[in-house]
């Protein structure tokens, strides 16, 4: 055979193998390309991120601030503003490793990989948020961790020595938020498990519900309460806490989809729908109960609309929402009215009645309401794996918290003197009054 003749043969019989790989070739996938930045997202997320400080500072704030006599505003008010400085601090040098990282025993704690935020740059991102940089996902984060203990403050109201406060705030973000907030988004057993929480029904509001709850029980009551006139001294105060609070709430629950997407077009439909809701139905029972329907009733009613709504934004259908917004203002005006007398706790300003109980509400209708069609986990959803969540967050809450309140108590004390308490935490702890 001449060379000629070879190579044509050779030429002839390449062109064949390609004829038949290619049907083959046509079929194989094509590598998954990795999530890119999206400046979208980005956007969405800044945005949302301000969103959400904004609920503690000035919002939780101001809605608090209003709620108690006014020679406590001042106090009330620098506690919000306090603890943001402080978490702040903390998560920035550990409190985002523990929750976000993965460590030894990752089932249950993050590790200390990213330590004074070691290894954080321009260009990495966070699993759970690949679109977006990780300095972004940092602060998003870190402002849910700064508004949990913050929303504690309400339950001992008017009694607590700010700088027991601040001992028993810094602690417990890093041995009782940071754990928690890892086991449902950070790789822990609780979202093994199947435990959904869309934006913090489990990691936020059962847990400083029940936080508030224990701290009120140990500190005990307000000095008069039951006898004097605990009022609050200025709702319209409350009116703009927590307009704030329902303004920003669409950067909390909206911007847990981590993304500007249906999803959190979804999500921010779903509890301005259960917060209208619970508003309404809260102020109707009040209004069948005591024949007037209160300004403080129908915020409290939003509020607990906002709680409930908040694990489930991202998994239900409007239709759902509504429900759970009907059950929780209904159920969480009976727990901060009616259980309240019953045993005779004095949580101030309903921490735990409102976020603790819609906290519970919201998280088991999550197991009932959650929908594949708004959100692919949702076929995961089950009533019995919710509870299970609920449970276990509430027995290490209220022990964790009790064993911090107990040595912070014998080691400096808890609360003011008497007079200090009569007088004022204004003037008594910071020296300066409400003109």
């Known amino acids: 055979m001449t060379l000629k003749k070879a190579t044509g043969a050779g030429l002839l019989a390449l062109a064949l193998a390609a004829a038949l790989l290619e049907p083959a070739l046509a079929q194989a996938p094509a590598p998954a390309e990795a999530p890119k930045l999206d400046t979208g997202d980005t956007a969405w997320m800044l945005t949302s991120t301000a969103l959400v400080l ?189 307009s704030l609070l329902w303004v920003g709430w669409f950067g909390f629950n909206a911007g847990s989809a981590v993304a500007a997407n249906a999803l959190a077009g979804a999500a921010m439909l779903n509890t301005q729908v259960a917060t209208a809701m619970a508003a309404l139905a809260w102020m109707f029972c009040e209004w069948i109960v005591i024949k007037k329907p209160s300004l403080l009733g129908i915020l409290s009613g939003a509020v607990a609309g906002l709680v409930a709504v908040t694990p489930a934004a991202g998994f239900v259908a409007p239709g759902g929402a509504l429900a759970i917004g009907l059950l929780a203002g209904i159920g969480c005006y009976l727990a901060s009215v009616h259980l309240k007398k019953a045993f005779g706790y004095d949580d101030s300003l309903d921490v735990f009645g409102v976020h603790a109980v819609g906290g519970i509400i919201g998280a088991l209708l999550t197991g009932i309401f959650a929908s594949q069609a708004i959100n692919e986990l949702g076929k995961e959803a089950s009533l019995v794996t919710q509870a299970y969540g609920v449970v276990v967050t509430i027995v290490y809450t209220a022990v964790v918290s009790a064993i911090l309140l107990f040595i912070i108590d014998a080691v400096i004390g808890l609360r003011p003197t008497k007079t200090e308490e009569e007088e004022g935490l204004d003037i008594a702890l910071h020296g300066e009054t409400v003109q």
Not at 59 to 66: E, P, Q, R, S
Not at 85 to 102: K, R
Not at 120 to 129: D, F, H
Not at 217 to 230: C, D, P, Q, W
């Open 54 to 242: 904004m609920m503690t500072i000035p919002g939780l704030a101001l809605f608090y601030g209003g709620m108690v006599r006014k020679k406590n505003v001042l106090a009330t008010v620098m506690q919000s503003f306090a603890i943001t400085s402080l978490v702040t601090v903390l998560w920035m040098i550990v409190g985002y490793s523990l929750a976000f990282t993965e460590g030894p025993m990752n089932a249950f704690l993050g590790g200390f990989g990213k330590f004074f935020l070691a290894g954080v740059s321009n260009t990495t991102t966070n699993a759970l948020a690949a679109t977006i940089p990780e300095w972004v996902f940092i602060m998003f984060q870190m402002t849910f961790a700064i508004i949990t203990p913050a929303l504690i403050c309400g339950a001992f109201a008017e009694r607590m020595k700010f700088s027991a406060l601040m001992w028993f705030m810094g602690l417990w973000l890093i041995v009782v938020y940071c754990p928690i907030a890892h086991w449902v988004w950070g790789g822990g057993f609780l979202g093994g498990w199947g435990v959904l929480d869309f934006a913090g029904g489990t990691v936020v509001h059962i847990n400083a519900g029940v936080a508030g709850l224990v701290a009120a029980l140990i500190i005990g009551k307000r000095n008069g309460f039951g006898v004097a006139n605990l009022a609050p001294h200025n709702l319209t105060l409350s009116l703009i806490g927590a």
